[in-house]
């Protein structure tokens, strides 16, 4: 059982490392490589997207990958260390919520950041299994709305919106084959739940310039397929 130090050592030092790493703003700082500031062309976004966008398709996938990475990486570490201090489910959703924080409010940058769904996407998969499986439901619809109306923020606001609802979906029957995940303690549902509605409406909220754009048929379609 952890100790009450490792407890409180965890719960600060863990969501304060989550967030230095997801503040990194590397869609950024590949442009900057490339002797451009991406905030001062396309939509000005710091994101995977914009990246895409003014620097070319490959640079999508590098920014997204990392961004991906830095919401990914953080969660597992700290999936581990509660597995191996039995410490509860609160620990993961910090650093989660942390790292996704970082993206969204980095402090390098006087707190002006992206938009957040590489880092989310990253940072959801790492908390086995609700949230695991409500992701991978959420980047296949992302996937299939993508590849119909090549808009990146419609597939992202579509696969925010069926993660809310898919985290109640696999919360409610999941711990009936909790002994297929290695769970013997199935953690309480609300607070999946809070986490998981919270973070999709501050997605939300983060693309209202992209819905406006798309009510006035003005949002652009895909990245750039040059350099």
Known sequence: ???????????????????????IPFGLLLGLAQGVDIRKHGSGNIGATNAGRVLGLRYFFYAFALDFLKGLLPVLGSDLLTQRWHATIYLPLLTAGAAVGGHLFPIYLRFH?????????????????????????????FLLVFLTWRIISVASLAATVVFMFMVPFFGRIAPEFSHLFGMTHWPQLWPLLAASWLLGIILVVKHRSNIRRLLAGTEPRAVKTTK
């Open 1 to 23: 059982m952890m100790s009450s130090d490792h407890i409180i050592w965890l719960a600060l030092l863990g969501p304060v490392v989550a967030y230095l790493l997801g503040a």
């Open 113 to 141: 950041g992206g938009k957040g769904v590489a880092t989310s996407f990253g940072a959801v998969l790492g908390i086995w299994p609700v949230f695991t499986l409500a992701g991978i439901v959420a980047g296949l619809v």
